[in-house]
């Protein structure tokens, strides 16, 4: 079993089960972007069961993979899939912007508890909110 605990924006926890009677002596984590190839991500290696990834992107998901190094030559498979999203970041940089380029309410964006109305949002040129038209298509 593949487990995932987000710690912050840039850190996540990730352990497994070792399904074999003996735990290796080490173990090879690979992660990247969704959809990635196990071996050809960011390689780690770790001598336990767990292990903290750091340096990761705020709000981004990610696939991982873990497979047991029992010695030079002698590896198992890698393990299927698991998976996690980043947190939010505490703050943006300065400047900031944000294009509005989907149709939804952006990640790590809320609506404010006393908006009752949704966001509506357009791609032809401007910006229909709350308040009415506010930019010119």
Known sequence: ALNSNVISANSV??????????????????YGAPGFTAG???QSVVTSDTATLSSLMAATGYDWYVRSLCSLND??????????????PVSYPAPFSEGF?????????????????????????GHIGNVGNMGSG
């Open 13 to 30: 926890g990730i352990s497994w089960t070792d399904g074999n009677a003996t735990a290796a002596p080490s173990y090879q984590i690979s």
């Open 40 to 42: 050809m991500g960011t």
């Open 75 to 88: 590896t198992s498979s890698w393990s299927s899939a698991g998976n996690f999203v980043t947190g939010c």
């Open 101 to 125: 380029s989907s149709p939804t309410i952006p990640t790590c964006w809320s609506q404010g508890a006393g908006n009752l109305e949704n966001w509506l949002f357009t791609h032809n040129g």
